[in-house]
Nanobody, 118 residues
């Protein structure tokens, strides 16, 4: 089970930090990601981080072009938890954000709303 937290409403230029906690996982998670889906649009990958190695700093990461330099994905291996730090938020970042995990199969969180508006 994946549980997201940390969403909400913020003004443009503000920041939010999303957290995804993987609970009751019996197998290793290989890839941790965040996706988002805005109204009328397809779900898109925001960021992903490989779960190999002991340090989040050196783990391979991937970002959508639209969030590079503003969003940072990180993980806490010991707690099977990963984060999305979102800075300099824009109205076009408004969406439902989903965490996603790849283990023996893929898992999705229930989604959490992020709204960026004046």
């Amino acid at each position: 089970q994946l549980v997201e937290s940390g969403g909400g409403s913020v003004q443009p230029g503000g920041s939010l930090r999303l957290t995804c906690s993987a609970k009751r996982f019996s197998f290793d998670i290989y890839l941790m990601s965040w996706y988002r889906q805005a109204p009328g649009k397809e779900r898109e990958l925001v960021a992903s981080i490989n779960n190999a190695g002991p340090s989040t700093n050196y783990a391979p990461k991937n970002y959508a072009d639209s969030v590079k330099g503003r969003f940072t994905i990180s993980r806490d291996n010991g707690r099977n938890t990963w984060y999305l730090q979102m800075n300099s938020l824009k109205p076009e970042d408004t969406a439902v954000y989903y965490c996603h995990a790849v283990s023996l199969r893929t898992y999705w969180g229930q989604g959490i709303q992020v709204t960026v508006a004046s």
